[in-house]
């Protein structure tokens, strides 16, 4: 497949992974330009130095990790777009009481969309990144290094995005990624991981979303309705959660339930409510599969680093649904449903609603 | 390589590498009492003398700095504080609106942290700044103006501002009047004393001269307060050890660049037109900015509708051929330029703009290849410009 010379645009993030699959699919002798995305108006605003993907500093990390693997270098101002679809996008979830991934959306929405488009249209023929994940023949695959496999994050793309997807990292550890940008001479070999959310400075989500949707006072119930005590805003919470309820006295752990955006209420009830077995997710992609239309054994993964449980899985009308054999917890909307055969990504899509059918798994 | 960049940097002549070569091979600090430093101090002067004979000075009124950006910190904070110092009403500094941020940011430092008021001076949809303009700003409050910064030449567009008559309506209120003549020496016809301004930028490595030299010229009795202070080299307005051989080599370029201005700039302005005609041919409905009647010989500024200019750039890159967004980056980002916004344009028109600019060296060769490049880059941002919701 690589024997084909192609013209690649790398988003290269000033990161050690973008800048070795770069330099990966250079050396595999693809006419290679870098491009380093600006999502921020006001690149200061976003996180600074190693925590970040956005800021000046990691501009000037990506153009000098393309100088050294000898490729050309621009800046694509991709500010508005990344503002619109992914940061105004992460405000209106939580407003509405779910609980988004914004490193998804931003790749379905801006690598894999606005910067593809417009790539494609300037006449390349691939969009590579640091992503550790596989492609083989079209199809997702978990990287070989599990704990760093994003191959969850990368299951919305549709097969005619993945057509012009290239992931040079999947077949390798993080470990052996840093290696090798030492060994060629690149100076991010070093550079910390980026975490959290690239767009809130501080790394304060809370903070960020109170400012962006106020901090409305509602009540915390519990499953009969009656009112345990007050929050100051639904959108510090997501299912799951434990903390910060500070409901004083309560005798038994409690944990977020649901929460519910047109009463402003959350929630709470002791673990064994959290635990689901059927789960309904909107918008389904399939990628790795013809849409399971009929109920299908496979395994789905319902957050970012979280396990995989078996299931059986079907889409009718635009609906999915999974019936995992056995009950799971903290199942938060907003999040994606991840359906793998394997460590090969079938399809991907929004979880919507969760429900507790029976003790044991429940039959369809 | 097609090189159409020179308004960003223009290639060293020979004459001022050769210079420059054998003085970094000498020894001495132009300040020294001893004989090397007679020496050194010697080819400064000499540089000094030859750049004011090239431009219409007195060697007195010139004052070196490390280049464009310098001088117009200098010019501009530097009169601000003088001025306003000589009398506290004076706080407003009116500026072009198409100044080069050299000039702008400075400006609105001093509005930002001195205490000044800035005011800039709108320009017609040709980016010129007309005199009855300025009149009308100084009229609103003579005695409260400190100074007047209007440039010779835009480094955008390339409109030639009406300098002399604007100098003439400033002096009229006894207001000093700084020009930043970075893109005119050489192409323009640049006299100091004829201008009536009390200050003008210019910088070597525009003209064929080094990076890092430049001058800021200082009629008599236009003494700004310092910005750098030190030694005192330079006038007592400019501290910094004087770069003997950077000197040399931008007097040499300065010198040669005026003697060779108006068959320089005729060609320059053939090859222009042939550049422009070539890019019509191609893309029928470009758009060609700035004052087709006063303007640079070796500035081409052009819109393309419905592209995005920083994707044609790279497209052309791509194809060897250099050019720029003309306006400022921001991190690598072109932004919209404040040039065109300020002539009118909106800025999805501003943002579709790329300059070409010509300089020694420039061929009907590079304009024939930007024809038969421009063509197929243009259709391809357009495509992409239209998949950007």
Same mark, same amino acid.
């Given at each position: 497949?690589?024997?084909?010379?192609?013209?690649?645009l790398?988003?290269?993030?000033?990161?050690?992974?973008?800048?070795?699959?770069?330099?990966?699919?250079?050396?595999?002798?693809?006419?290679?330009?870098?491009?380093?995305?600006?999502?921020?108006?006001?690149?200061?605003?976003?996180?600074?130095?190693?925590?970040?993907?956005?800021?000046?500093?990691?501009?000037? !990390?990506?153009?000098?990790?393309?100088?050294v693997?000898?490729i050309?270098?621009?800046?694509?101002?991709?500010?508005?777009?990344?503002?619109?679809?992914?940061?105004?996008?992460?405000?209106?979830?939580?407003?509405?009481?779910?609980?988004?991934n914004?490193?998804?959306?931003?790749?379905?929405?801006?690598?894999?969309?606005?910067?593809?488009?417009?790539?494609?249209?300037?006449?390349?023929?691939?969009?590579?990144?640091?992503?550790?994940?596989?492609?083989?023949?079209?199809?997702?695959?978990?990287?070989?290094?599990?704990?760093?496999?994003?191959?969850?994050?990368?299951?919305?793309?549709?097969?005619?995005?993945?057509?012009?997807?290239?992931?040079?990292?999947?077949d390798?550890?993080?470990?052996?990624?840093?290696?090798?940008?030492?060994?060629?001479?690149?100076?991010?070999a070093?550079?910390? !991981?980026?975490?959290?959310?690239?767009?809130?400075?501080?790394?304060?989500?809370?903070?960020?979303?109170?400012?962006?949707?106020?901090?409305?006072?509602?009540?915390?119930?519990?499953?009969?309705?009656?009112?345990?005590?007050?929050?100051?805003?639904?959108?510090r919470?997501?299912?799951?959660?434990?903390?910060?309820?500070?409901?004083?006295?309560?005798p038994?752990?409690?944990?977020?339930?649901?929460i519910?955006?047109?009463?402003?209420?959350?929630?709470?009830?002791?673990?064994?409510?959290?635990?689901?077995?059927?789960?309904?997710?909107e918008?389904?992609?399939?990628?790795?599969?013809?849409?399971?239309?009929?109920?299908?054994?496979?395994?789905?993964?319902?957050?970012?680093?979280?396990?995989?449980?078996?299931?059986?899985?079907?889409?009718?009308?635009?609906?999915?649904?999974?019936?995992? !054999?056995?009950?799971?917890?903290?199942?938060?909307?907003?999040?994606?449903?991840?359906?793998?055969?394997?460590?090969?990504?079938?399809?991907?899509?929004?979880?919507?609603?969760?429900?507790?059918?029976?003790?044991?798994a429940?039959?369809? | 390589?097609?090189?159409?960049?020179?308004?960003?940097?223009?290639?060293?002549?020979? #004459?001022?590498?050769?210079?420059?070569?054998? #003085?970094?091979?000498?020894?001495?600090?132009?300040?020294?009492?001893?004989?090397?430093?007679?020496?050194?101090?010697?080819?400064?002067? #000499?540089?000094?003398?030859?750049?004011?004979?090239?431009?219409?000075?007195?060697?007195?009124?010139?004052?070196?700095?490390?280049?464009?950006?310098?001088?117009?910190?200098?010019?501009?904070?530097?009169?601000?504080?003088?001025?306003?110092?000589?009398?506290?009403?004076?706080?407003?500094?009116?500026?072009?609106?198409?100044?080069?941020?050299?000039?702008?940011?400075? =400006?609105?430092?001093?509005a930002?942290?001195?205490?000044?008021?800035?005011?800039?001076?709108?320009?017609?949809?040709?980016?010129?700044?007309?005199?009855?303009?300025?009149?009308?700003?100084?009229?609103?409050?003579?005695?409260?103006?400190?100074?007047?910064?209007?440039?010779?030449?835009?480094?955008?567009?390339?409109?030639?501002?009406?300098?002399? #008559?604007?100098?003439?309506?400033?002096?009229?209120?006894?207001?000093?009047?700084?020009?930043?003549?970075?893109?005119?020496?050489?192409?323009?016809?640049?006299?100091f004393?004829?201008?009536?301004?009390?200050?003008?930028?210019?910088?070597?490595?525009?003209?064929?001269?080094?990076?890092? =030299?430049?001058?800021?010229?200082?009629?008599?009795?236009?003494?700004?307060?310092?910005?750098?202070?030190?030694?005192?080299?330079?006038?007592?307005?400019?501290?910094?050890?004087?770069?003997?051989?950077?000197?040399?080599?931008?007097?040499?370029?300065?010198?040669?660049?005026?003697?060779?201005?108006?068959?320089?700039?005729a060609?320059?302005?053939?090859?222009?037109?042939?550049?422009?005609?070539?890019?019509?041919?191609?893309?029928?409905d470009?758009?060609?900015?700035?004052d087709?009647?006063?303007?640079?010989?070796?500035?081409?500024?052009?819109?393309?509708?419905?592209?995005?200019?920083?994707?044609?750039?790279?497209?052309?890159?791509?194809?060897?051929?250099?050019?720029?967004?003309?306006?400022?980056?921001?991190?690598?980002?072109?932004?919209?330029?404040?040039?065109?916004?300020?002539?009118?344009?909106?800025?999805?028109?501003?943002?579709?703009?790329?300059?070409?600019?010509?300089?020694?060296?420039?061929?009907?060769?590079?304009?024939?290849?930007?024809?038969?490049?421009?063509?197929?880059?243009?259709?391809?941002?357009?495509?992409?410009?239209?998949?950007?919701?």
């Amino acid at each position: 497949m690589t024997a084909q010379r192609l013209r690649v645009l790398a988003a290269m993030s000033g990161g050690v992974d973008s800048a070795v699959a770069a330099a990966r699919a250079a050396e595999a002798g693809h006419d290679v330009t870098g491009v380093h995305l600006a999502l921020s108006a006001n690149p200061r605003s976003y996180r600074t130095g190693a925590r970040g993907c956005c800021t000046v500093e990691d501009s000037r !990390d990506a153009r000098r990790a393309a100088d050294v693997i000898g490729i050309p270098f621009y800046v694509w101002d991709m500010a508005e777009e990344f503002d619109r679809d992914v940061v105004q996008d992460f405000v209106a979830e939580y407003a509405a009481g779910r609980t988004p991934n914004p490193c998804l959306r931003c790749n379905e929405k801006i690598k894999f969309a606005a910067v593809l488009d417009r790539a494609v249209a300037l006449g390349f023929d691939a969009v590579c990144t640091g992503h550790h994940v596989r492609l083989v023949d079209g199809r997702l695959r978990r990287s070989v290094d599990l704990a760093k496999d994003q191959s969850y994050v990368l299951a919305v793309l549709r097969r005619d995005q993945l057509d012009h997807a290239m992931f040079p990292l999947g077949d390798c550890t993080k470990a052996e990624v840093r290696a090798e940008a030492e060994r060629r001479g690149l100076a991010v070999a070093d550079k910390p !991981d980026s975490h959290d959310i690239c767009f809130i400075a501080d790394g304060d989500t809370s903070g960020f979303l109170s400012g962006r949707l106020g901090a409305t006072p509602g009540p915390i119930k519990d499953e009969s309705g009656a009112v345990l005590g007050t929050h100051d805003g639904a959108h510090r919470f997501t299912v799951g959660q434990r903390k910060g309820l500070n409901l004083g006295g309560a005798p038994d752990r409690r944990y977020v339930l649901s929460i519910e955006p047109v009463d402003n209420s959350v929630t709470v009830g002791p673990r064994e409510s959290l635990r689901v077995d059927e789960i309904t997710a909107e918008r389904p992609v399939w990628s790795g599969c013809a849409p399971l239309t009929e109920p299908t054994a496979c395994a789905v993964q319902l957050r970012a680093h979280g396990e995989v449980h078996p299931c059986r899985a079907w889409e009718r009308d635009g609906v999915l649904t999974l019936r995992l !054999d056995t009950p799971a917890a903290g199942v938060a909307a907003g999040q994606a449903a991840v359906l793998y055969d394997g460590d090969t990504v079938l399809g991907s899509a929004t979880i919507s609603a969760t429900a507790r059918l029976s003790e044991g798994a429940a039959a369809g | 390589m097609v090189y159409l960049d020179h308004a960003a940097t223009t290639p060293v002549r020979a #004459e001022a590498l050769a210079d420059m070569t054998e #003085e970094f091979g000498r020894l001495g600090n132009a300040s020294s009492l001893h004989g090397s430093g007679r020496r050194a101090r010697r080819v400064v002067e #000499e540089a000094r003398e030859a750049v004011a004979d090239a431009l219409g000075a007195t060697p007195h009124e010139v004052v070196f700095t490390a280049g464009g950006t310098e001088a117009d910190n200098l010019a501009v904070k530097g009169l601000y504080w003088a001025r306003h110092r000589a009398d506290p009403a004076r706080r407003r500094v009116l500026v072009g609106a198409v100044e080069h941020h050299a000039v702008l940011d400075p =400006a609105k430092w001093t509005a930002d942290h001195q205490g000044a008021v800035y005011e800039e001076l709108p320009v017609d949809r040709l980016g010129r700044v007309h005199p009855d303009v300025l009149r009308a700003a100084i009229e609103r409050d003579p005695g409260g103006v400190a100074l007047v910064s209007v440039m010779w030449a835009n480094n955008e567009v390339g409109t030639v501002q009406p300098v002399a #008559e604007l100098a003439a309506v400033a002096r009229e209120y006894g207001i000093p009047l700084h020009t930043d003549a970075v893109q005119a020496v050489g192409v323009e016809p640049v006299d100091f004393a004829a201008t009536g301004a009390a200050a003008l930028t210019v910088s070597g490595h525009k003209l064929g001269g080094p990076v890092g =030299a430049g001058a800021l010229l200082l009629a008599r009795g236009v003494d700004p307060v310092p910005v750098l202070h030190g030694g005192g080299q330079e006038r007592e307005v400019r501290s910094g050890t004087l770069a003997v051989p950077l000197l040399r080599g931008f007097a040499t370029a300065v010198r040669l660049a005026v003697a060779e201005r108006a068959g320089h700039a005729a060609r320059l302005a053939g090859l222009r037109d042939g550049l422009e005609a070539a890019v019509r041919a191609a893309v029928p409905d470009v758009v060609v900015n700035g004052d087709p009647e006063h303007r640079l010989p070796g500035i081409s500024h052009l819109s393309f509708p419905g592209c995005e200019g920083d994707a044609l750039l790279m497209l052309l890159d791509a194809r060897g051929i250099e050019c720029s967004t003309g306006s400022a980056c921001s991190a690598g980002v072109a932004r919209a330029s404040h040039v065109l916004l300020a002539m009118g344009a909106d800025p999805d028109t501003a943002r579709s703009s790329l300059r070409f600019s010509l300089g020694r060296g420039s061929t009907d060769g590079d304009a024939a290849a930007l024809g038969e490049a421009i063509g197929p880059a243009v259709a391809r941002a357009r495509a992409a410009r239209e998949r950007r919701r």
